[in-house]
């Protein structure tokens, strides 16, 4: 029975727990539900006064469920890293020569949507490669049925170890750990699950927790790179992959734009010696919007405009978020960041139903703190940003006081730079 009484389930709560993406079993089960959210109707408020008080708050509990659930949508950030993504890891996938697989980084700085952007790319290509196979996995050995497990994903252990990596990958496919197993026995059993499972693309996310003054860490990497042996796609994911220290050792290429790497010491541990001497990343980074010139501009106001269609306020006049003087205010408040956006959105609309007014306006989001407390972030890796403060932030003073900026202010990544001028 619902919890809202009668037989049948509350419509917009997908049963069973949130899926932990980190298994296979939660990796897929995400994959096939992932756009099964249906958004609240859309219904004007004389409609909702129409509606018994049970139905009322069943349509209000929906609207902020929507409100919590917005979904991913394309910037030209994002379109860029789709068509690099994309097309490594589906050429990969086509290749058969026993060549090293090129990798990909994806860095930015805090949530600006790298894992988010990267699991819908990979899941996009799983979708794809399944259907492609009929569901089977290909390089299946004859007489067995191995689960088919195109892309696999991981999170980097916070203090990670070779031996504590190699455990997150096979827990990720629900292997028997022996706890006597040295390195390159779960190495071997790394690569013979990769294999076994006809794995494509392996995404490592948290890849700047690594810290490369420890020991540890620097084998770490040695062994990341010697994955890219196993006929993989590897996919890196990090906050600010160029200042982390991650790419001391490799070299850019100008004629292919890639980061070379010296082959990683680990190849020969487990047998798959090299079949190159050099490892090669593609960086590719999903920043956040700017707000100097009128192309940069447009493009925020054209993500506004699609934040504000997936809204569901019963008295939002149309242009609500992209009228007036509010795109620079929003981009005032959140530096153009898509995920310090999303949770200011996602509060104010709670805000505005919570207290009737329905709408979304500037004294409102002045009440709205950006409270970015995450036990699952590593503040240390740059993976929670600064937020700008608000009206009422006493450290800095009022907003008004503040010179308003002009479209040609330039902001770069720590806050307002200097004018460009007109």
């Known amino acids: 029975m619902s919890a809202w ?49 049970r139905k009322k708050s069943l349509h209000d509990l929906h609207r902020a469920a929507t409100h919590a659930n917005l979904p991913l949508l394309d910037t030209p950030m994002t379109r860029a890293v789709t068509k690099l993504l994309h097309g490594r890891v589906m050429a990969n996938a086509l290749k058969h020569k026993p060549t090293t697989r090129a990798g990909v980084m994806l860095t930015g700085g805090g949530y600006q949507g790298k894992t988010e952007t990267g699991c819908e790319i990979l899941a996009t290509f799983e979708d794809l490669w399944r259907k492609l196979h009929h569901d089977l996995n290909p390089d299946a050995v004859p007489g067995t049925r191995d689960l088919h497990i195109p892309v696999a994903y991981v999170q980097t252990p916070v203090t990670a170890k070779p031996k ?36 494509k693309a392996l995404l490592l996310d948290d890849i700047t927790r690594l810290r490369l003054h420890r020991a540890d860490d620097q084998d ?24 982390s220290g991650l790419l001391r050792e490799g070299r850019h290429d100008p004629q292919t734009g890639q980061v070379i790497f010296p082959a990683a010491p680990q190849t020969k541990v487990h047998g798959l010696e090299a079949t190159q001497t050099e490892r090669r990343f593609d960086l590719v980074e999903l920043g956040r919007f700017h707000y100097d010139t009128d192309l940069q501009i447009a493009a925020w106001v054209e993500h506004l405009a699609g934040v504000e269609d997936e809204l569901r306020l019963m008295k ?10 509010m795109p620079e205010y929003l981009f005032d408040r959140t530096n153009g960041v898509v995920g ?18 329905e709408c979304l306006t500037e004294p409102l989001l002045e009440g709205i703190a950006i409270n970015l407390r995450d036990p699952t972030r590593d503040p240390g890796a740059g993976e929670i940003p600064d937020t700008p403060p608000t009206e009422h932030d006493a450290a800095t003073g009022p907003r008004s006081a503040k010179r308003p900026r002009s479209r040609n202010t330039v ?3 720590h806050g307002p730079a200097a004018s460009t001028g007109t």
């Open 5 to 53: 009484g009668g037989n049948s389930p509350v419509p917009f709560v997908l049963p069973g727990p949130p899926p932990m993406r980190d298994t296979a079993e939660g990796w897929d089960r995400w994959r096939r539900t992932r756009k099964d959210f249906v958004p609240a109707p859309r219904m004007s408020l004389a409609e909702w006064r129409l509606l018994s008080p």
């Open 164 to 199: 504590s990596l190699c455990k997150a990958i096979l827990n990720f496919y629900g292997a028997q750990l022996n706890p006597r197993m040295d390195l390159p026995d779960l190495l071997r059993q790394v690569a013979a699950s990769l294999h076994d499972h006809g794995t």
């Open 220 to 243: 770490t990497l040695d062994l990341i790179r010697a994955f890219m042996s196993m006929h993989i796609t590897l996919v890196l994911v990090g906050v600010d992959i160029p200042g």
């Open 316 to 325: 939002a006049p149309p242009g609500m978020l992209t009228a007036g003087r």
């Open 340 to 357: 310090l956006l999303e949770r200011l959105i996602e509060d104010g609309c709670q805000e505005a139903i919570d207290s009737k007014k």
């Open 411 to 413: 902001l770069d990544d």
